[in-house]
């Protein structure tokens, strides 16, 4: 199958929002309005994953921040003016497209930007048991936590949540 990885635009938006809804939890829902919002904010830092028909079949929302910086559930992006790090807050891949590295691709999109910026780490919170996975691309589970982050963690009810950090 032939892919073609692209940023994000505005009338994505409502894909997005069903490939969100087939992938998470309902406790992970996140209204179009905020997916508009976000992507409005970090319009460089976001890509999909489509065919050569135009479905889409993965996406990744993310955003210039710092270490620490937890975003809580269903709220905006605070893009950080001095980033140290590429937050990656969102990705989802499509049941029908699991296992065709659509994932990896979009890390990839991700790393290359961080590079652009001359960064060299990636956060995220992983949730849904994901935590093997993103161990298994070179994230670290962070236990030492700030009381804030702590808490903006703490907004990913039942979900086993993980602040995770990627260093090379």
């Not at 065709?100 to 780490?121: D, N």
Request: glycine share 4%; with cysteine.
């Amino acid at each position: 199958m032939s892919v073609n990885i692209r940023l994000m635009q505005q009338a994505d938006i409502p894909a997005v929002i069903a490939l969100q809804d087939s992938c998470y939890s309902d406790a992970l829902y996140e209204p179009p309005t905020l997916l508009a919002a976000r992507l409005a904010s970090a319009t460089q830092s976001c890509w999909l994953a489509e065919n050569t028909t135009g479905e889409l079949l993965a996406y990744l929302f993310s955003y210039p921040s710092l270490p620490g910086k937890i975003t809580v559930l269903a709220t905006d992006f605070v893009v950080a003016d001095k980033p140290e790090l590429l937050y990656l807050h969102d990705m989802a891949v499509s049941e029908q497209a699991r296992g065709l590295g659509l994932a990896k691709m979009l890390l990839a999109s991700a790393k290359h930007y961080t590079h652009q910026l001359g960064l060299t780490q990636l956060a995220l919170v992983a949730v849904q048991g994901s935590v093997p996975y993103w161990q298994r691309q070179g994230f670290v589970v962070q236990d030492k936590l700030s009381q804030d982050a702590q808490a903006a963690l703490n907004s990913y009810t039942g979900e086993r949540a993980q602040y995770m950090l990627h260093t090379w």
